[in-house]
């Protein structure tokens, strides 16, 4: 009786486990299985209207385009979306994916440390939130690809291998050879199945005629061709036609058209497409090329050869005579669809200028991680060749280091080598797309300095939300001469940059308003105020003579640049030379030697006064009005006040002091801030210590003040 109810507990407990285990496999089975998709999968190549799948880790790359905000265009990277909208980080995650109508515009924005760009229209849209599934939804295991680059393939279905071959298009008669390329419908060969998964192979076949007739418009289906890419965004187009059964170009392929006039067949063109890349890839971005054609011919023949008589080269436009360089923005931000619109700008640009030897240059720099030329200012000299040589220009990629790219013009690109005419000023204008990734303002300021003048145009700049994130503040304030917005031009959107060419091109070629041609060291009237009181000495005015020579002789000096003038004061005053007597720097140097000492008290409040009426009150008004003045002990009389008023009427004020010179009269004397325009020195024979850093002090408070 025992081992009955031994062998019950045994074969109930045996049923126990059967029914759990069973129940575990069903929720097992049950357990949704959630697809890996990559950084750079869009949206546009998964057909399945919803769906949820899952990001890898570091998809914030810049190189992963997104365009849109919230609502994003199908051909950006779903995971890019994901990230900038908040729905994962850059760690990757689950995500669910929702496919909505095209919207008529998508806004650019900086969000969770990527920027998405602004697009005017697209044909689909999508969404994304959190990877949870909807209660009663049923989403798929396996999504389905507009055109599959690797389809799993289950036991005893078949594999397709599709095969396209090309038949000749229809054309007219006429008078010129053109090429012609069509593509005939697909067939599909039943191959026998493995019952691994199996990538599709897709191979595609062109043939291109060459035959003499009239040119008609490509058709529309395989308008947009330019490359291998390309071609395999027209097969996936024609793989899909034939699965409908059918194509709006269908009739037209098919109808042979009788060709009259020579022909001759070229070699056949295989293209084969490996399964590692999806076929569909060029249509994210060169669909939206505008303007393209599918093959330039190549061909000609002699029998339809018309001469023409040459056209004359205009030699540019005289009265716009300038040596321009263009910076151009390579970085990936930017997308080939703008990189591809700000090369019609600068194609644009070069025929608005009218480029000509006796005219404006125009040479072009691309930047991104480290900026390169392309050509420079002697290699085009008439605007067609400019623009055929813009059209070829490739995208480097990288980051937006406009600073690097500011310091390589400087210091290479206007170079007597690279046709610098030295004749006409130079001019470098930098494209910027959103803002810089390194710091301008050092490369901008000794950009300058070297007699460059620079403009800036930028494009989808930041705005309040994103400017947090942006390298350098005020970047466009700090890079150019703050001349009420004269040399930055701001363009909010990519599409409409066009319409700032001729604003740009008036102000480049208006010469006369290039004021940061005038630099620091050719903008300004110098004074010096020297203390010839008794307690110098014969010897140590010589040094302090030299001191002055040494200050002079670093800036250009002529009647329309720098002029220096110099007033000698012990209790009474004395004018050496005015800014008007003296015209090169050779006559200013044997000038300074001349000045004989004078010997007496130290009066240096009236030296001040004196100096304002007899020197700067006779100033330039485009001139900037910079007072040097040169004591070795304290003044009998007030200083503070005659140092006020000729702050108040724009005198900047240096103050050097020797021996036994007040430190609280100096720092009076000086223009504030008292550190970077007041020294001293314990001797003489150390004075010289001080010129160059007098020299630097000067040429930074130029470039950060306002000038007309």
Same mark, same amino acid.
């Given at each position: 009786?025992?081992?009955?109810?031994?062998?019950?507990?045994?074969?109930?407990?045996?049923?126990?486990?059967?029914?759990?285990?069973?129940?575990?496999?069903?929720?097992?089975?049950?357990?949704?299985?959630?697809?890996?998709?990559?950084?750079?999968?869009?949206?546009?190549?998964? +057909?399945?209207?919803?769906?949820?799948?899952?990001? %890898?880790?570091?998809?914030?790359?810049?190189?992963? &385009?997104?365009?849109?905000?919230?609502?994003?265009?199908?051909?950006?990277?779903?995971?890019?979306?994901?990230?900038?909208?908040?729905?994962?980080?850059?760690?990757?995650?689950?995500?669910?994916?929702?496919?909505?109508?095209?919207?008529?515009?998508?806004?650019?924005?900086?969000?969770?440390?990527?920027?998405? #760009?602004?697009?005017?229209? @697209? !044909?689909?849209?999508?969404?994304?939130?959190?990877?949870?599934?909807?209660?009663?939804?049923?989403?798929?295991?396996?999504?389905?690809?507009?055109?599959?680059?690797?389809?799993?393939?289950?036991?005893?279905?078949? !594999?397709?291998?599709?095969?396209?071959?090309?038949?000749?298009?229809?054309?007219?008669?006429?008078?010129?050879?053109?090429?012609?390329?069509?593509?005939?419908?697909?067939?599909?060969?039943? /191959?026998?199945?493995?019952?691994?998964?199996? %990538?599709?192979?897709?191979?595609?076949?062109?043939? +291109?005629?060459?035959?003499?007739?009239?040119?008609?418009?490509?058709?529309?289906? +395989?308008?947009?061709?330019?490359?291998?890419?390309?071609?395999?965004?027209?097969?996936?187009?024609?793989?899909?036609?034939?699965?409908?059964?059918?194509?709006?170009?269908?009739?037209? &392929?098919?109808?042979?058209?009788?060709?009259?006039?020579?022909?001759?067949?070229?070699?056949?063109?295989?293209?084969?497409?490996?399964?590692?890349?999806?076929?569909?890839?060029?249509?994210?971005?060169?669909? @939206?090329?505008?303007?393209?054609?599918?093959?330039?011919?190549?061909?000609?023949?002699?029998?339809?050869?018309?001469?023409?008589?040459?056209?004359?080269?205009?030699?540019?436009?005289?009265?716009?005579?300038?040596?321009?360089?263009?910076?151009?923005?390579?970085?990936?931000?930017?997308?080939?669809?703008?990189?591809?619109?700000?090369?019609?700008?600068?194609?644009?640009?070069?025929?608005?200028?009218?480029?000509?030897?006796?005219?404006?240059?125009?040479?072009?720099?691309?930047?991104?991680?480290?900026?390169?030329?392309?050509?420079?200012?002697?290699?085009?000299?008439?605007?067609?060749?400019?623009?055929?040589?813009?059209?070829?220009? #490739?995208?480097?990629?990288?980051?937006?280091?406009?600073?690097?790219? #500011?310091?390589?013009?400087?210091?290479?690109?206007?170079?007597?080598?690279?046709?610098?005419?030295?004749?006409?000023?130079?001019?470098?204008? =930098?494209?910027?797309?959103?803002?810089?990734?390194?710091? =301008?303002?050092?490369?901008?300021?000794?950009?300058?300095? $070297?007699?460059?003048?620079?403009?800036?145009?930028?494009?989808?700049?930041?705005?309040?939300?994103?400017?947090?994130?942006?390298?350098?503040?005020?970047?466009?304030?700090?890079?150019?001469?703050?001349?009420?917005?004269?040399?930055?031009?701001?363009?909010?959107?990519?599409?409409? #940059?066009?319409? =700032?060419?001729?604003?740009?091109?008036?102000?480049?070629?208006?010469?006369?308003?290039?004021?940061?041609?005038?630099?620091?060291?050719?903008?300004?009237?110098?004074?010096?105020?020297?203390?010839?009181?008794? $307690?110098?000495?014969?010897?140590?005015?010589?040094?302090?003579?030299?001191?002055?020579?040494?200050?002079?002789?670093?800036?250009?000096?002529?009647?329309?640049? /720098?002029?220096?003038?110099?007033?000698?004061?012990?209790?009474?005053?004395?004018?050496?030379?005015?800014?008007?007597?003296?015209?090169?720097?050779?006559?200013?140097?044997?000038? *300074?030697?001349?000045?004989?000492? @004078?010997?007496?008290?130290?009066?240096?409040?009236?030296?001040?006064?004196?100096?304002?009426?007899?020197?700067?009150?006779?100033?330039?008004?485009?001139? &900037?009005?910079?007072?040097?003045?040169?004591?070795?002990?304290?003044?009998?009389?007030? *200083?503070?006040? %005659?140092?006020?008023?000729?702050?108040?009427?724009?005198?900047?004020?240096?103050?050097?002091?020797?021996? @036994?010179?007040?430190?609280?009269?100096?720092?009076?004397?000086?223009?504030?801030?008292?550190?970077?325009?007041?020294?001293?020195?314990?001797?003489?024979?150390?004075?010289?210590?001080?010129?160059?850093?007098?020299?630097?002090?000067?040429?930074?408070?130029?470039?950060?003040?306002?000038?007309?």
């Amino acid at each position: 009786m025992k081992s009955r109810t031994t062998i019950a507990t045994i074969f109930a407990l045996l049923l126990t486990c059967i029914y759990a285990t069973k129940e575990a496999t069903k929720k097992k089975k049950s357990k949704l299985y959630v697809p890996q998709i990559d950084c750079d999968t869009k949206a546009a190549k998964i +057909i399945n209207p919803e769906f949820i799948a899952k990001c %890898p880790s570091g998809c914030q790359d810049v190189k992963y &385009r997104v365009y849109g905000t919230d609502i994003y265009a199908s051909f950006s990277s779903i995971c890019g979306a994901a990230i900038h909208s908040g729905t994962i980080d850059k760690s990757g995650g689950k995500i669910l994916v929702q496919k909505v109508a095209g919207q008529s515009g998508y806004k650019g924005s900086f969000s969770n440390g990527i920027r998405s #760009l602004s697009l005017p229209r @697209w !044909r689909e849209s999508f969404i994304v939130s959190e990877g949870k599934p909807k209660k009663g939804v049923q989403y798929p295991s396996t999504l389905e690809y507009s055109s599959s680059s690797n389809t799993p393939v289950k036991g005893g279905s078949q !594999r397709k291998e599709y095969r396209t071959t090309a038949v000749p298009l229809q054309t007219t008669q006429g008078a010129f050879t053109t090429a012609k390329a069509a593509i005939r419908t697909t067939e599909f060969v039943s /191959t026998t199945p493995k019952p691994a998964t199996i %990538p599709t192979t897709v191979t595609t076949t062109i043939t +291109i005629q060459a035959t003499t007739g009239v040119a008609t418009k490509p058709p529309v289906a +395989i308008h947009k061709v330019r490359d291998i890419g390309q071609v395999q965004a027209v097969q996936g187009r024609t793989q899909n036609q034939a699965f409908r059964g059918s194509s709006s170009h269908a009739s037209n &392929r098919n109808i042979a058209r009788p060709n009259t006039g020579l022909q001759r067949q070229e070699p056949i063109v295989s293209f084969r497409k490996p399964s590692t890349s999806p076929a569909n890839l060029a249509i994210e971005t060169d669909l @939206w090329k505008l303007g393209s054609s599918l093959f330039d011919t190549g061909f000609s023949s002699k029998e339809d050869v018309v001469p023409k008589p040459l056209e004359p080269v205009s030699q540019g436009n005289p009265n716009c005579k300038v040596d321009l360089s263009f910076l151009i923005d390579g970085s990936w931000s930017i997308g080939k669809r703008r990189f591809q619109i700000q090369k019609q700008f600068l194609k644009d640009v070069a025929q608005a200028l009218d480029v000509g030897p006796a005219g404006p240059l125009m040479g072009i720099i691309q930047y991104g991680d480290d900026p390169s030329t392309e050509f420079n200012l002697k290699t085009y000299t008439n605007s067609k060749d400019l623009q055929n040589a813009i059209e070829k220009i #490739l995208q480097k990629g990288g980051l937006s280091n406009v600073g690097r790219a #500011l310091s390589f013009v400087n210091k290479n690109f206007f170079e007597d080598a690279n046709g610098n005419r030295g004749s006409a000023p130079n001019v470098a204008i =930098v494209m910027v797309d959103g803002w810089p990734t390194d710091k =301008v303002e050092e490369a901008s300021r000794l950009a300058r300095e $070297s007699g460059i003048n620079i403009f800036f145009v930028t494009i989808e700049g930041p705005d309040e939300n994103e400017k947090q994130n942006v390298v350098e503040t005020n970047f466009v304030d700090k890079a150019v001469c703050r001349t009420n917005g004269y040399y930055s031009i701001n363009v909010p959107s990519w599409f409409s #940059l066009h319409k =700032v060419v001729q604003q740009l091109v008036k102000r480049v070629c208006d010469s006369d308003r290039l004021a940061c041609s005038k630099t620091c060291l050719n903008a300004a009237d110098i004074g010096f105020v020297i203390d010839g009181s008794s $307690s110098v000495g014969t010897g140590n005015f010589r040094t302090l003579l030299q001191f002055v020579t040494n200050i002079s002789k670093e800036f250009e000096i002529s009647d329309t640049d /720098t002029r220096i003038g110099a007033v000698q004061y012990t209790y009474e005053q004395r004018l050496e030379f005015g800014f008007d007597k003296h015209r090169t720097k050779q006559d200013v140097l044997n000038a *300074v030697k001349r000045i004989n000492y @004078w010997s007496g008290g130290t009066s240096t409040g009236a030296a001040i006064n004196y100096a304002f009426e007899q020197l700067f009150s006779k100033s330039k008004p485009n001139k &900037r009005k910079i007072m040097i003045l040169i004591t070795d002990g304290r003044s009998y009389d007030d *200083v503070r006040g %005659p140092a006020a008023a000729a702050h108040q009427n724009g005198v900047i004020a240096y103050s050097v002091g020797i021996a @036994w010179a007040a430190q609280d009269e100096l720092e009076a004397i000086a223009t504030d801030p008292d550190k970077e325009h007041s020294f001293f020195v314990d001797e003489f024979d150390s004075l010289y210590r001080f010129v160059p850093r007098i020299i630097q002090n000067i040429c930074t408070e130029f470039n950060s003040q306002p000038r007309n």
